[in-house]
């Protein structure tokens, strides 16, 4: 292991015994925090992603970075801790139905789109995964036993499970307008292409559990495509909704749901699946709207997104948060800066921003404003 490598394990090991980060146990509520986008970190650390994937002790060294960054320069509300994650990449369920998939240097990720169920609707093309060898199941093994190695059990280093959803894998194996003509032309089709994804979901779980010698199935979805207008109503409850529902038999209950997008329309019908505690609101929802379609003892999960933070002044940043805790009055919620990158030219601006944004939070959300 490079030495520079145990220095950042003991610090982080200190600072997550320091009184600060001990502290946060006991903030008031709401919770304020913020985050980095991937490509946040790659222009502030300045690396290659392909070099972060395929390197375990530069992916270890780049992670505890982030670490120990976030927690000295942003004082919210996000705890330290010793876990760090094996990914090699958000996008790896993709692989496991034999796509392909690869990272630009930023970060961002470059998805097969020519796919051949994309060329013809026939799933007789689709093959079933193997836990082990498909895709990126390999690397994901290779780099989780390499950071057990290096950070020798004093890192809890973290398995990537697959929670992507079959909406959201459907349209990328079919492309956009191929899924929504088959809702009307081939309806029998997306059920069964629907039905065929979450079986292999559900193989994978299987093979995940008996490999780790755990019964903990407890999931979420994440399917950027689930909002509205990228679908209707009606093939949401047609051929959304009834998956989730299998889901959430197999799983013992849906913790979350993601999408890219508002899910206002959707959200009563999200709450009849078990364990889900709370709705994400992101900056494509209408906060008001949302609160008054959430039943009252679910979570808010908001998101303001990073032009909403960087590049608004304090007065607009004081509207804004008060807007949002009038609508959220007798409410249980938390709200996050998300997705902080490099927008001035200058990103000690943009961190700045971030900074003062978490100060005026704290004070409008907190203090009586």
């Given at each position: ?8 394990i003991d610090t982080l090991l200190i600072q997550m015994d320091s009184s600060r980060n001990k502290a946060k146990n006991n903030r008031p509520k709401p919770s304020i925090t913020c985050y980095l986008e991937n490509l946040g970190w790659v222009q ?273 940043m004081i509207e804004d948060l008060v807007r949002i805790k009038n609508a959220c009055k007798g409410r249980s919620y938390g709200i996050t800066a998300a997705a902080i990158e490099k927008i001035h030219d200058d990103f000690e601006y943009d961190i ?18």
């Open positions: 292991m490079r030495p520079k490598l145990e220095q950042l502030y650390l300045k690396y290659d992603m392909n070099d972060y994937f395929e390197d375990p002790e530069f992916n270890c060294e780049i992670q505890l970075k982030q670490k120990l960054i976030q927690f000295e320069r942003f004082d919210d509300d996000s705890m330290l801790s010793n876990w760090i994650s094996a990914s090699t990449g958000m996008y790896f369920e993709y692989t496991l139905l034999g796509m392909y998939v690869s990272h630009q240097s930023d970060g961002v990720p470059l998805i097969q789109s020519d796919h051949p169920l994309t060329k013809k609707p026939d799933l007789s093309i689709m093959k079933r995964h193997d836990f082990y060898t498909t895709g990126e199941m390999p690397h994901i093994f290779q780099l989780y036993e390499d950071l057990r190695a290096i950070s020798k059990d004093r890192l809890n280093v973290g398995f990537p499970r697959w929670e992507r959803g079959p909406l959201d894998m459907a349209i990328q194996l079919r492309g956009y307008e191929q899924f929504i003509d088959d809702t009307m032309k081939r309806p029998q089709f997306v059920h069964e292409l629907m039905q065929y994804i979450i079986e292999e979901r559900m193989r994978w779980w299987d093979a995940y559990c008996k490999h780790f010698n755990t019964k903990d199935r407890l999931a979420g979805i994440g399917d950027d495509w689930t909002y509205l207008p990228f679908i209707s109503p009606s093939i949401f409850e047609e051929f959304v909704f009834p998956y989730y529902k299998k889901l959430e038999e197999y799983h013992g209950g849906i913790g979350w749901i993601h999408s890219c997008g508002s899910k206002v329309k959707f959200q009563k019908r999200l709450e009849e699946l078990k364990g889900l505690g709370g709705h994400e609101i992101n900056h494509w929802t209408n906060v008001e709207d949302a609160v008054a379609n959430a039943s009252p003892d679910k979570y808010l999960s908001i998101s303001l997104i990073n032009v909403d933070v960087q590049l608004v002044s304090q007065e607009q700045r921003q971030v900074q003062i944004w978490l100060e005026v939070a704290k004070r409008v959300l907190r203090d009586g404003y």
